[in-house]
């Protein structure tokens, strides 16, 4: 079965030199301090880049510093059924257009194109999807390959509950808090803005 990047646990060492995708949980708040490609949520430290995990000895008595630099593997390709991680590029009212940057939890060594189209988005009450209200360019998503569509690109869906939006960056462009399954908050003006959010995964290995 596909499944998407694994949660580490963060009762555990975070895999120094791993490679992670946006949105990963990296480690627990109370070991290290977030770095370049990471922020923290509530008491934990996510990535918010593709790249290799790796860690920076403190100079006084601080918790050592957690990053992510921008490296990616190669020999990785999309296939049906996989679950990937897209950024978005363009959105209209009948489909989103996106990169696909993961396979697998696995960072791609070149980008692939993908659709989501508006009937793809949700499970539930397709014919209202608002494209507008779910995506924005530059959101990182979480979705399945569904199919091999028109013109080379994957067709792509984020019907279940875990898929949607992971990282997003409000209109006056910080990185935003989900609050529910349709809204993130802006944690510096405390806009809400509409999405269609995934449902943060709760399991652990």
Not at 30 to 58: C, F, H, K, M, N
Not at 148 to 167: C, F, P
Not at 181 to 202: D, G
Request: charged residues 20%.
């Amino acid at each position: 079965m596909a499944s998407g990047p694994i949660p580490m646990s963060t009762t555990r060492r975070p895999l120094l030199g791993a490679l992670v995708c946006p949105g990963q949980l990296l480690a627990d708040a109370s070991q290290y301090l977030p770095g370049d490609g990471t922020y923290l949520l509530d008491s934990a430290i996510i990535a918010s880049v593709i790249g290799r995990l790796i860690a920076a000895e403190p100079n006084s008595n601080s918790l050592p510093i957690l990053s992510v630099s921008r490296k990616r593997a190669a020999g990785i390709i999309p296939g049906i059924g996989d679950r990937i991680t897209a950024r978005v590029t363009k959105i209209n009212t009948r489909f989103v257009t996106t990169e696909i940057i993961c396979v697998q939890g696995r960072a791609l060594p070149e980008s692939f194109p993908g659709i989501i189209r508006s009937q793809d988005i949700r499970a539930l009450e397709k014919d209202s999807v608002q494209i507008y209200n779910c995506f924005r360019s530059g959101d990182i998503v979480l979705a399945n390959v569904i199919s091999l569509g028109d013109s080379k690109s994957y067709l792509l869906s984020t019907a279940e509950d875990e898929l949607g939006v992971i990282v997003a960056n409000s209109s006056s462009g910080h990185q935003m808090i989900p609050v529910s399954w349709q809204q993130m908050q802006c944690p510096t003006t405390k806009t809400l803005e509409y999405r269609k959010v995934a449902k943060p995964s709760t399991s652990t290995t």
